[in-house]
Structures are given as structure tokens and as C-alpha cells.
């Protein structure tokens, strides 16, 4: 069945270190791919997503690329900041499917 | 602020017990699907809703029932409760039912211990 695997936390950052989350997925046919992030005592925003291949979706300085040849959709921000620590997660969607949401994964930025 | 609410924001009851959380949808959503979020099992799908019908269902226990009324807002209701069951339950929202392509819009939650 469909699955999305996300590399596991924590993962603590300093400043201004650039950030990259690995996501992979498996699925039949052609789904949306999705990251959303949680912040400390609150639900799930969307953050970004991609509806095909080659899409990149971006939002507040995170790019992800809907990669169809290596099953990926890796999030990526070039300068973090103390305001992103959260719990981000990778997300599968399909007409057919259930949406899928990865572990998660929490990330702590250090001033 | 999603425009999604959820009430209540915390509940605690004891072991057998039945409770309802409700959601209120953005205006203008239509779908409304339910979630737990749990530390060791994750964010798990529950139901979802379009329009006041089933229209997708996950992980969801037999103890556990929804409905979306006529204007929109949704209960999940969880009956003969386990200490398992206390987790955090969301609710989101949605434009349309195709689901897995919508973007989902989530409340704030509601915490459930059951003690």
C-alpha cells in the first residue's frame, strides 16, 4: 500500500543552518505530495504541496520538489530561523487513496 | 487562526465513559475529516465527511462514530472509553471531497485524557 517514511528526529539546528528533511513515498498512480507543520500546542498547517512532477512547492522560505524518478519530496530552507522549530510532516494524497502523514519530525532550532 | 473550530479544548473523563468532540468548519468547507494524534501510533486518519455523508473512512473503531449535521459542523463521538484512547483529536476542513488533493485545514485540536 501507499507509505511515506521521514527521517527521524529530533533534529537541533543553529541559526541560520540550512535545513533538509528527507521524505520518500510509495504509491500507485499519481498522488499529491504535502508538508505540513505543527507548531507547539497547535494543529497542522499547511506549509506547502506539489501536485505533479517536477512541481516545487514553496511557502515562508521552504522549497520541496516533487521528485517522480527518486520517490522524494525532501524539504529544504536555506537559513532557519528560531521561529521554525516544530514538528513538520510529510503527507500523501490521492483520489484513491487515503491521505498518509508521515512520523513527523520535530526540529529545534538553537539561537 | 484556520477558521476551524474545535470544542472543547481539553476533557478529561474516566474509563467507560462517552464523550463528543465538535468541530465547526471554514465557511464554505464542505468536508470535514477527523484525526487522532497520538505518541505512539502518530496522526492517524479517523473519517471523513462530504455534505453530511461518509465519505472515506480509516482507522477508526467501532467505539467510535461521527456525523456532519445539515449545517455543517461535525461530532465524533467516543464511547466506552480506554485509557488508550486518550490522545489528541483534530478536526480539518476542506473545500470539496477529493480527498487526498485538498488541502485539509485543521482546528486547534482537542486534548482527551481518559484517567
Known amino acids: 500500500g501507499d507509505s511515506v517514511t521521514q527521517m527521524e528526529g529530533p533534529v537541533t539546528l543553529s541559526e541560520e543552518a540550512f535545513l533538509t528533511i528527507n521524505c520518500t513515498y510509495t504509491a500507485t498512480g499519481y498522488p499529491s505530495l504535502f508538508w505540513y507543520v505543527q507548531y507547539p500546542g497547535e494543529g497542522l498547517q499547511l506549509l506547502l504541496k506539489a501536485t505533479k512532477a517536477d512541481d516545487k512547492g514553496s511557502n515562508k522560505g521552504f522549497e520541496a520538489t516533487y521528485r517522480k524518478e527518486t520517490t522524494s519530496f525532501h524539504l529544504e530552507k536555506g537559513s532557519v530561523q528560531v521561529s521554525d522549530s516544530a514538528v513538520y510532516f510529510c503527507?500523501?494524497?490521492?483520489?484513491?487513496?487515503?491521505?498518509?502523514f508521515g512520523s513527523g519530525t520535530r526540529l529545534s532550532i538553537r539561537p | 487562526d484556520s477558521g476551524v473550530t474545535q470544542t472543547p479544548k481539553h476533557l478529561i473523563t474516566a474509563t467507560g465513559q462517552r464523550v463528543t468532540l465538535r468541530c465547526s468548519p471554514r465557511s464554505g468547507d464542505l468536508s470535514v475529516y477527523w484525526y487522532q494524534q497520538s505518541l505512539d501510533q502518530g496522526l492517524q486518519f479517523l473519517i471523513q465527511y462530504y455534505n453530511g455523508e461518509e465519505r472515506a473512512k480509516g482507522n477508526i473503531l467501532e467505539r467510535f462514530s461521527a456525523q456532519q449535521f445539515p449545517d455543517l459542523h461535525s461530532e465524533l463521538n467516543l464511547s466506552s472509553l480506554e485509557l488508550g484512547d486518550s490522545a489528541l483529536y483534530f478536526c480539518?476542513?476542506?473545500?470539496?471531497?477529493?480527498?487526498?488533493?485538498?488541502?485539509?485545514?485543521f482546528g486547534p485540536g482537542t486534548r482527551l485524557t481518559v484517567l
Open positions: 480539518a476542513s476542506s473545500v470539496a471531497g477529493v480527498y487526498g488533493t485538498d488541502t485539509q485545514y
Open positions: 503527507a500523501l494524497g490521492s483520489s484513491a487513496s487515503k491521505i498518509i
